[in-house]
């Protein structure tokens, strides 16, 4: 954090950048309740400002009008409910027609006492699903960070009843049943249209298989004081959501006035085969766009004259290739070896068959990023004790499927992706990225940047070879920086999804090609450096 001074430390850029970028689990948030709470902000305070927020933004995205004005109010026992009784009452106020369903006889104090608030007003309150009145929209306010078991029975079946309703719904903080840290649905889960994330982003809700409860997911900071949040997580708090600062700070923008190729640093790929010619040009052109100041190719030498037609500026090495065409052996330029190159990037369309190769280059000294058969290769020559010689930096870039064959003792990767990828960090040394709807980057201290914003445009076939060209690209002008390793996969990994949901936007989901993803790089920086 830069020097702010104590006074406007809550109010200052650094706060919103800090708060933007923390990621927390439900006991952290306790936590930070707790220490709130112990300095005097009384519950129902809190709980009144938060709740406020939340209805100052549901009249944002529900305006009241001729269409819209009947609302559902979803209550749970807790302070969830507590938060949705709240917005119950000022929606009321604001002219909207209020119902609110609950079937919980014990309720806590606070929401007791709102529930019973809400009566005297004469809000329709109901406790069975049956003569529900019809709405317009729905709030759940079931359950938040304090659910603590799977959902069972009536509030499972009501919750299944709400989502065949096909209503918009906007969750208070979590969608009910969703797991803060996990995002596991717990029995069932409210499939939310937009979650207001209340104070500080939850773990739960960048978990991959969360996404489809989550809808739209938008934070509601109640001025969480900053030493609160630094007294639990510490002043680098290990989780953090790649944000455009963060992201555009790894680049290496602007370039010094003096330069020349050299220094702009020198890539190695190490890729293609006879079957997978595309794989080479796809990984060279998103090196390309990286800024790179020089990019040397070794493809096999049948591919050589079809990269040079692609990339004219680029070196290509032709080497000797096997009968099927896959790279036999790494025959560098004269006086060049591996020592020539800032960072090497190796792997998309190699095939199996190029196992020698990827043996080289992690006996190397160079900083290294593996990727589809360059990861296939690691895992059949044995993920940890083949890195474990290794001293310079390397980046795993695998989806689940490569993950799973590189790590097959972690627990499912499936179940907490940011847990996996973090013991796979750990347990490697390496940095490692687990491609994904919401991209996981972890190194071996524990730190993991998630990246939490994608588009589903970007899942198909050469989308990966882009961005390992680009990483490459990225970490060998980094080389001679200070930068951490992870902060540059982070920056890779926005910037390549930054170009697929502007490539989307312009072409439809459907239109993001590999090909057409490396033409929208280079205007996805500029317009986020605007
Ligand atoms: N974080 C903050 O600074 C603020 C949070 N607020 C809101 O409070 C909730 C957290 O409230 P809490 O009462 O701790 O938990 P929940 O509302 O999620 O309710 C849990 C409640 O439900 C019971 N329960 C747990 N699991 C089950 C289950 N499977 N079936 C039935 N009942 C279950 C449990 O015993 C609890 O009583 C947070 O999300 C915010 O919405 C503050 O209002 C504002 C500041
Ligand atoms: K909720």
Request: proline share 5%; glycine share 8%.
């Amino acid at each position: 954090m830069e020097n702010a001074s104590p006074i406007n430390i809550n109010h200052s850029q650094n706060r919103q950048e800090y708060i933007s970028q923390v990621v927390i689990t439900a006991g952290q948030m306790r936590d930070i309740e707790g220490r709130i709470f112990a300095a005097g902000m009384p519950v129902a305070a809190l709980m009144e400002k938060v709740a406020g927020l939340i209805t100052l933004r549901i009249q944002e995205l529900f305006s009241l009008s001729r269409n819209i004005y009947r609302v559902g109010i979803l209550v749970g026992p807790g302070h969830n409910g507590g938060d949705a009784l709240v917005v119950a009452r000022e929606l009321h106020f604001r002219g909207y027609e209020v119902w609110i369903y609950s079937p919980f006889s014990k309720l806590k104090e606070l929401t007791a006492q709102h529930w019973q608030y809400a009566q005297s007003l004469g809000i329709s309150c109901y406790e069975t699903l049956e003569q529900l009145p019809n709405c317009d929209f729905l709030i759940d306010g079931l359950f938040g960070f304090g659910l603590e078991r799977p959902l069972t029975d009536a509030i499972a079946s009501a919750i299944n009843h709400f989502n065949e309703w096909q209503k918009p719904i906007i969750s208070i903080d979590i969608p009910s049943g969703l797991h803060t840290d996990t995002g596991e649905v717990l029995g069932t889960a409210i499939c939310a249209t937009y979650t207001l994330c209340l104070g500080l982003w939850k773990l739960g809700l960048l978990q991959d298989h969360a996404l489809e409860y989550v809808g739209k997911a938008e934070l509601i900071d109640f001025d969480i004081p900053f030493a609160d949040v630094e007294a639990i997580l510490g002043n680098t708090p290990k989780i953090k959501r790649i944000t455009r600062k963060t992201a555009l700070a790894s680049l290496p923008l602007p370039r010094p006035a003096v330069t020349h190729k050299y220094k702009a640093g020198h890539l190695l790929l190490i890729c293609g085969s006879r079957r997978y010619a595309g794989g080479a040009i796809l990984t060279a052109l998103g090196a390309r766009a990286s800024g790179v100041g020089m990019l040397s190719v070794a493809v096999p030498e049948s591919l050589k004259s079809i990269l040079v037609s692609h990339l004219p500026e680029a070196l290509i090495i032709g080497c000797p290739e096997t009968e099927s065409g896959a790279i036999l052996q790494l025959q560098l330029p004269e006086n060049t070896d591996l020592s020539s190159f800032n960072a090497i990037a190796c792997g998309p369309g190699l095939t199996r068959e190029a196992t020698p190769i990827v043996r080289e280059v992690i006996e190397s000294d160079r900083t290294l990023v593996l990727d589809a058969d360059g990861l296939n290769i690691l895992a059949q020559l044995g993920t940890i004790p083949t890195l474990q010689q290794r001293q310079a930096a390397t980046v795993l870039t695998p989806h689940t499927g490569e993950f799973q064959r590189l790590f097959p003792d972690i627990s499912d990767a499936k179940h907490d992706r940011i847990q996996a990828v973090r013991e796979a960090a750990a347990q490697t040394g390496a940095v490692v990225l687990l491609k994904g709807a919401r991209t996981a980057i972890a190194n071996s201290q524990g730190v993991v940047w998630i990246n939490p914003e994608s588009t589903p445009a970007l899942a198909r076939g050469g989308s990966g070879d882009v961005l390992t060209g680009l990483l490459g690209g990225l970490l060998a002008q980094a080389a001679t920086k200070q930068l951490p390793i992870e902060n540059i996969v982070a920056t890779a990994a926005w910037w390549h999804s930054q170009a697929g949901i502007l490539a989307a936007q312009e072409r439809t989901e459907l239109g993001v090609d590999a090909l057409t993803l490396t033409q929208y790089l280079m205007s996805a920086v500029r317009i986020q450096q605007c």
